[in-house]
């Protein structure tokens, strides 16, 4: 399975951006994908995820209300919106697939590059 995050970029705060994830290969291998964030000098934590059956997802606490991801099938390709976007949301954020509903970060197996999203304030 191969990924591509796409969408990054600099935004100012209460702005929203659009992160795409494009999957290609042995997609039927994929249960759910995952959002994952790294900002500088913290560990990568994650963010948001689609389920691959019924499309259930979940969210970290702090992007309630204000993320959704989504996901359409016949381009597999995974959405993550952004909006009312603040400055703690700097981060590179990456996408990755794993073979179960998981936040947790070694449950998934295949990784997209990352792409940079900054938030000014």
């Known amino acids: 399975v191969q990924l591509q995050a796409s969408g990054g970029g600099l935004v100012q705060a209460g702005g929203s951006l659009r992160l795409s994830c494009a999957a290609s290969?042995?997609?039927?291998?994929?249960?759910?994908i995952g959002w994952f964030r790294q900002a500088p000098g913290k560990e990568r934590e994650f963010v948001a995820r689609?389920?691959?059956?019924?499309?259930?997802?979940y969210y970290v606490h702090s992007v309630l209300g204000r993320f959704t991801i989504s996901r359409d099938n016949a381009k597999n390709t995974v959405y993550l919106q952004m909006n009312s976007l603040k400055p703690e949301d700097t981060a590179v954020y990456y996408c990755?697939?794993?073979?179960?509903?998981?936040?947790?970060?070694?449950?998934?197996?295949?990784w997209g590059q990352g792409t940079l999203v900054t938030v000014s304030s």
């Open positions: 290969g042995r997609t039927s291998t994929v249960y759910s």
């Open positions: 990755a697939s794993s073979y179960r509903d998981s936040d947790l970060i070694h449950e998934y197996d295949y």
């Open positions: 689609i389920s691959g059956s019924g499309g259930g997802t």
